[in-house]
């Protein structure tokens, strides 16, 4: 029988981390190290306390039945707390805060609910998949705008993008601290932003999951920080880099009510919501961690930030220090650069014993580029670089170009 797919489906290319990661299997077969700087997965756990609460709970029978999609009374509560006192923002957490199961699956929700064919969404390039692909997957189209050069010249290029399409763009998707880039913003930039979307009616989505994840006294502001702000967006937090819960797929929509219960809508169709337990251990966190811990998990990256870069520079890489997120966005090395970001991955994956993500994955815009994420300790992320030395010393870019392109 002839399995026919749907048109959404087949609009979708090949992931091109399958590559890397079935080469990393199976050289994880053949007994051999690997060093995985490639996904963001952090590698700490969550904080004591939350894994104690939740542990307790989950002895609860009453608990362990369907949640519901919205998420607990109790956590919408906490997170319009929590903004209050870290933003001094205000949230009815009735009407302007829903749980997701994660930032990427609240935004791919969203998407089907404020997108059909003919809407289009301006994203800058190169981004984290799921922003270009939610919004493809929804039946709308995608408008790239290059965050090259961006301190001078983003806004404007933006605004001019916008100004020469027709129809004109229903969403902006924003992500800063962004990823794979981890380029950053002040409070100003979003003033720019929100008079703009309220003067063109534009919706605007902010996908702020590296919230807390900053460097050397830099903090990222809140696109809810902003007067007006709620008139026209929403912004994505996460507990997963802030409170290290990647695996426990929790999140929140926040902002404008009536696109908040856009989503509300939607995910009452879709899922019964996250287990009752996890989100008793997420009201533990912003309740009782909500300083502690993430000053705790950036001040890890921000050692194995200063051990990466600083390898990297010693080894003749240009390298640059980023002010936030859990990653390094670096251009590859000049003498290699002809290879491309997917060619050379696959070279260091396999002569050096060292993952890391091709910027072409996040869009043509990234090509030239690597994402290296902090997640190994830094006596790993010091082994990485002596053999990242090791295998570009005695590789020619000729060598690597006729073993890879086969």
């Given at each position: 029988?002839?399995?026919?797919?749907?048109?959404?489906?087949?609009?979708?290319?090949?992931?091109?981390?399958a590559?890397?990661?079935?080469?990393?299997?199976?050289?994880?077969?053949?007994?051999?190290d690997?060093?995985?700087?490639?996904?963001?997965?952090?590698d700490?756990?969550?904080?004591?306390?939350?894994?104690?609460?939740?542990?307790?709970?989950?002895?609860?029978?009453?608990?362990?039945?369907?949640?519901?999609?919205?998420?607990?009374?109790?956590?919408?509560?906490?997170?319009?707390?929590?903004?209050?006192?870290?933003?001094?923002?205000?949230?009815?957490?009735?009407?302007?805060?829903?749980?997701t199961?994660?930032?990427?699956?609240?935004?791919?929700?969203?998407?089907?609910?404020?997108?059909?064919?003919?809407?289009?969404?301006?994203?800058?390039?190169?981004?984290?998949?799921?922003?270009?692909?939610?919004?493809?997957?929804?039946g709308?189209?995608?408008?790239?705008?290059?965050?090259?050069?961006?301190?001078?010249?983003?806004?404007?290029?933006?605004?001019?993008?916008?100004?020469?399409?027709?129809?004109?763009?229903?969403?902006?998707?924003?992500?800063f601290?962004?990823?794979p880039?981890?380029?950053?913003?002040?409070?100003?930039?979003?003033?720019?932003?929100?008079?703009?979307?309220?003067k063109?009616?534009?919706?605007?989505?902010?996908?702020?999951?590296?919230?807390?994840?900053?460097?050397?006294?830099?903090?990222?502001?809140?696109?809810?920080?902003?007067?007006?702000?709620?008139?026209?967006?929403?912004?994505?937090?996460?507990?997963?880099?802030?409170?290290?819960?990647?695996?426990?797929?929790?999140?929140?929509?926040?902002?404008?009510?009536?696109?908040?219960?856009?989503?509300?809508?939607?995910?009452?169709?879709?899922?019964?919501?996250?287990?009752?337990?996890?989100?008793?251990?997420a009201?533990?966190?912003?309740?009782?961690?909500?300083?502690?811990?993430?000053?705790?998990?950036?001040?890890?990256?921000?050692?194995?930030?200063?051990?990466?870069v600083?390898?990297?520079?010693?080894?003749?890489?240009?390298?640059e220090k980023?002010?936030?997120?859990?990653?390094?966005?670096?251009p590859?090395?000049?003498?290699?650069?002809?290879?491309?970001?997917?060619?050379?991955?696959?070279?260091?994956?396999?002569k050096?014993?060292?993952?890391?993500?091709?910027?072409?994955?996040?869009?043509?815009?990234?090509?030239?580029?690597?994402?290296i994420?902090?997640?190994?300790?830094?006596?790993?992320?010091?082994?990485?670089?002596?053999?990242?030395?090791?295998?570009?010393?005695?590789?020619?870019?000729?060598?690597?170009?006729?073993?890879?392109?086969?």
């Open positions: 029988m002839e399995i026919k797919f749907s048109e959404r489906l087949l609009r979708l290319p090949p992931y091109i981390f590559q890397l990661n079935a080469m990393k299997l199976e050289l994880r077969r053949q007994g051999k690997v060093i995985d700087l490639g996904m963001g997965n952090p700490k756990s969550a904080p004591s306390e939350v894994i104690d609460k939740t542990r307790e709970v989950m002895n609860d029978p009453k608990i362990h039945g369907y949640s519901t999609s919205k998420g607990i009374t109790q956590l919408l509560r906490e997170v319009s707390k929590f903004y209050k006192k870290k933003y001094d923002v205000k949230l009815d957490p009735d009407n302007e805060i829903v749980a199961i994660g930032s990427k699956e609240g935004i791919s929700h969203l998407s089907l609910a404020l997108l059909g064919p003919g809407d289009s969404t301006l994203v800058p390039s190169p981004s984290f998949p799921i922003h270009i692909w939610s919004v493809i997957i929804a709308g189209n995608v408008i790239t705008v290059s965050l090259d050069n961006f301190q001078e010249n983003f806004i404007d290029r933006l605004f001019h993008t916008y100004e020469i399409l027709w129809p004109k763009p229903k969403l902006l998707l924003l992500n601290p962004h990823n880039t981890t380029q950053t913003v002040d409070i100003d930039f979003y003033k720019e932003i929100v008079k703009f979307a309220i063109h009616e534009i919706i605007l989505i902010n996908d702020f999951a590296y919230s807390d994840i900053t460097f050397d006294g830099y903090r990222a502001p809140s696109l809810m920080e902003v007067k007006d702000a709620k008139k026209v967006g929403v912004e994505f937090m996460s507990m997963s880099k802030s409170f290290s819960m990647a695996g426990w797929r929790i999140g929140f929509c926040l902002g404008n009510y009536r696109i908040v219960k856009a989503l509300e809508k939607i995910k009452g169709y879709y899922d019964y919501g996250i287990f009752t337990a996890l989100q008793v251990g009201i533990m966190a912003l309740r009782h961690q909500w300083e502690s811990a993430p000053k705790y998990y950036a001040s890890i990256y921000q050692s194995r930030r200063d051990v990466l600083d390898g990297l520079n010693k080894i003749g890489w240009n390298v980023p002010k936030a997120t859990m990653f390094v966005w670096t590859i090395p000049d003498k290699f650069k002809s290879l491309g970001s997917l060619m050379f991955s696959r070279f260091l994956l396999k050096a014993g060292v993952c890391v993500s091709p910027g072409i994955s996040f869009g043509d815009e990234g090509e030239g580029y690597l994402r994420s902090l997640v190994e300790n830094e006596k790993r992320i010091q082994q990485a670089i002596r053999e990242i030395k090791k295998a570009t010393n005695e590789f020619t870019p000729e060598d690597i170009q006729k073993e890879f392109s086969k």
